[in-house]
């Protein structure tokens, strides 16, 4: 059997005068604001991305210079190298050396579009490049990074696993 109205009439009253000054605080326009990260925090850090992005396709550096030596970095899925790397040096020398030199012609990336969030830097975008059988390498990348300080502590990876796997399984490095 439901409760009486007569019984919830107190606790419906109870949270009307506990949302009361929420309500006043909207009504005059001194409502609480959420915390919004710095513009200059997020201009700075598209700016980081947009650089590196830009040396490596000009083939003179890259997004790996903004790794911090401990980041934890994710390759999310069912390819051959997803899962959580621990440090720079694991992602580097387990994942983007051996891949490297699976190729001729290293990647060039096109940036599809890039988000900022605060210290949050999510890197849409395309690369292509030829691997040592001379076959073209082609994938589509997702990159969820969060920076500290100008370095990236986090990183989560997506990409196009069956793609990441002929290359990986065809060309020995």
Same mark, same amino acid.
Do not use: C
């Given at each position: 059997?439901?409760?009486?109205?007569?019984?919830?009439? &107190?606790?419906?009253? +109870?949270?009307?005068? $506990? %949302?009361?000054?929420?309500?006043? *605080?909207?009504? /005059?326009?001194? =409502?609480?604001?959420?915390?919004?990260?710095? &513009?200059?925090?997020? +201009?700075?850090?598209? $700016? %980081?991305?947009?650089?590196?992005? *830009?040396?490596? /396709?000009?083939? =003179?550096?890259?997004?790996?210079?903004?790794?911090?030596?401990?980041?934890?970095?994710?390759?999310?899925?069912?390819?051959?190298?997803?899962?959580?790397?621990?440090?720079?040096?694991?992602?580097?020398?387990?994942?983007?050396?051996?891949?490297?030199?699976?190729?001729?012609?290293?990647?060039?990336?096109?940036?599809?579009?890039?988000?900022?969030?605060?210290?949050?830097?999510?890197?849409?975008?395309?690369?292509?490049?030829?691997?040592?059988?001379?076959?073209?390498?082609?994938?589509?990348?997702?990159?969820?990074?969060?920076?500290?300080?100008?370095?990236?502590?986090?990183?989560?990876?997506?990409?196009?696993?069956?793609?990441?796997?002929?290359?990986?399984?065809?060309?020995?490095?």
């Amino acid at each position: 059997m439901p409760p009486s109205p007569l019984r919830l009439a &107190p606790l419906a009253l +109870a949270g009307l005068l $506990a %949302l009361a000054p929420l309500s006043q *605080a909207y009504a /005059s326009g001194d =409502a609480p604001m959420t915390a919004q990260p710095p &513009p200059a925090l997020e +201009a700075r850090n598209r $700016a %980081l991305v947009e650089e590196a992005f *830009a040396r490596w /396709s000009a083939g =003179a550096g890259g997004p790996y210079d903004l790794l911090a030596d401990d980041v934890s970095w994710t390759i999310v899925g069912r390819s051959d190298a997803s899962r959580a790397y621990p440090s720079r040096e694991a992602f580097m020398s387990e994942v983007i050396r051996p891949f490297n030199a699976r190729m001729s012609q290293g990647l060039k990336p096109t940036i599809r579009q890039i988000t900022t969030d605060g210290d949050k830097v999510i890197i849409f975008f395309d690369a292509a490049g030829v691997a040592k059988d001379g076959q073209p390498y082609q994938n589509t990348y997702a990159w969820f990074w969060e920076l500290r300080d100008g370095r990236v502590v986090r990183a989560h990876a997506f990409y196009d696993a069956i793609a990441f796997n002929d290359l990986w399984r065809r060309v020995k490095p």
